[in-house]
T-cell receptor, first 112, second 113 residues
Framework: GNSVTQMEGPVTLSEEAFLTINCTYTATGYPSLFWYVQYPGEGLQLLLK?????DKGSNKGFEATYRKETTSFHLEKGSVQVSDSAVYFC???????????FGKGTLLTVNP | NAGVTQTPKFQVLKTGQSMTLQCAQD?????MYWYRQDPGMGLRLIYYSASEGTTDKGEVPNGYNVSRLNKREFSLRLESAAPSQTSVYFC????????????FGPGTRLTVT
């Protein structure tokens, strides 16, 4: 079946540091890939997505590229802000499967 | 559009009590989902409804029942609450076509004492 593995946190960075959160997946066929963000006390919000190989999703300075050869979808941001402190989830959905498969989440804390 | 709404936001139950968590979406989505989120466990799927009139079990269905009342509404019922059901519950919906993302509600924080 489908699975998502993302780096365990917590990750603590200083403001303006470079961020990478690794995500790799196992799936049959050609899944669509997502990054979600969850701010404290809130539900999950879609951050970005990519639906085919070599697509780059981007939003709010975050980027992730769908790499089929390495089955990866790593999240990056060049300069993080305190307001980026949140939990980040990598997820995928494959083919006609109605269910998204989520990673366990990575807690990011950005200090001023 | 309100998106996905959930009621109540907070609830405290005693062991053995029952309650229903309500979820509604106004995006004309076909599929709806219930998750629970516990510290260190990520999101776990309880039940889902791929389309109006169908429901299926997810990873952790024991102790829960669901009803897809119509295309907009999907409720989650705890018949006899247990402390192990203390969690944050999220409802989500999705258009149901290839590549579509899920949209989440704000969550219900449930404590069972």
């Amino acid at each position: 079946g489908n699975s998502v593995t993302q780096m365990e946190g917590p990750v603590t960075l200083s403001e303006e540091a470079f961020l990478t959160i690794n995500c790799t997946y196992t799936a049959t066929g050609y899944p669509s890939l997502f990054w979600y963000v969850q701010y404290p006390g809130e539900g999950l919000q879609l951050l970005l997505k990519a639906t085919k190989a070599d697509d780059k999703g981007s939003n709010k300075g975050f980027e992730a590229t769908y790499r089929k050869e390495t089955t990866s979808f790593h999240l990056e941001k060049g300069s993080v802000q305190v307001s980026d402190s949140a939990v980040y989830f990598c997820a995928l959905v494959g083919g006609s499967n109605y269910k998204l498969t989520f990673g366990k989440g990575t807690l990011l804390t950005v200090n001023p | 559009n309100a998106g996905v709404t959930q009621t109540p936001k907070f609830q405290v139950l005693k062991t053995g009590q029952s309650m229903t968590l309500q979820c509604a979406q106004d995006m004309n989505h076909n599929s709806m989902y219930w998750y629970r989120q516990d510290p260190g466990m990520g999101l776990r799927l309880i039940y889902y409804s791929a389309s109006e009139g169908t429901t299926d079990k997810g990873e952790v269905p024991n102790g829960y029942n669901v009803s897809r009342l119509n295309k907009r509404e999907f409720s989650l019922r705890l018949e006899s609450a247990a402390p192990s059901q203390t969690s944050v519950y999220f409802c989500a919906s999705r258009l149901g076509q290839a590549g579509a993302e899920q949209y989440f509600g704000p969550g219900t924080r449930l404590t069972v004492t």
